[in-house]
């Protein structure tokens, strides 16, 4: 077996050009490169205590996203789920209501915000084995969605905050957020 500490890669920090750029389409899910980069984002995103994590965060300009939503201390009833690896993610529904609550970014380090995103979501994606689904998310999975399909897009959520002055330190934000 690999050792897993060889699949870590670098993580691009706000400011690299490749996280302003709208990513290409996954051509064949069943490339083995393709393969090798999903495990390795995988192992990088748990290395980092993420939740979520978009191939252009690790210098790969192609669309790809894991999403890995486990209860923490701000989402305590975040959904456990197994970390889901999404080729070619579209958004095909979006709800009009909107909710407000904090994000932030292995890409964006010691910065938290609170971003509106929509509330209930469609996605059709394609697996890692090539298979095309379509589902429903809601809540804290659907703003993990919408968060890395913005990567794909070359959008940071940073961009997406209603007021610059909510842009607060990891500090702070533990302060404002504090039971
Ligand atoms: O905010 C983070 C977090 C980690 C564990 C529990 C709760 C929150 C770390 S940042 C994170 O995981 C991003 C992943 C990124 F940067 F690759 F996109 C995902 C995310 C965090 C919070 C809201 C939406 C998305
Ligand atoms: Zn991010």
């Known amino acids: 077996m690999a050792d897993p500490s060889q699949l870590l890669l670098p993580i691009a920090s706000r400011g690299e050009p490749i996280l302003q750029q709208r990513a290409q389409e996954v051509a064949d899910p069943h490339d083995p490169d393709i393969q090798t980069l999903i495990d390795a984002m995988l192992a990088t995103m748990l290395a980092a205590n993420g939740i979520g ?13 894991i999403v890995a939503s486990r209860p923490n201390p701000r989402y305590p009833d975040a959904p456990l789920m197994e970390p889901v690896a999404m080729l070619n993610p579209e958004i095909l529904w979006q709800s009009a209501d ?9 890409s964006v380090p010691d910065a938290r915000s609170p971003v509106p995103r929509a509330a209930e979501l469609r996605v059709r994606y394609l697996t890692r084995y090539g ?16 968060h890395e399909c913005d990567h794909l897009d070359g959008v ?14 990891e500090s702070v934000f533990l302060k404002m957020t504090a039971a």
Do not use: H, K
């Open 53 to 65: 994590i978009a191939a252009p965060q690790v210098f790969v300009s192609i669309r790809i996203i």
């Open 98 to 106: 909107m909710v407000t609550d904090w994000e932030g970014c292995l």
């Open 131 to 146: 298979e095309t689904v379509e589902a429903n998310y809601e809540g804290f999975v659907a703003r993990i969605i919408q």
């Open 156 to 169: 940071l959520f940073v961009e997406r905050v209603e007021n610059e002055s909510s842009i607060v330190s």
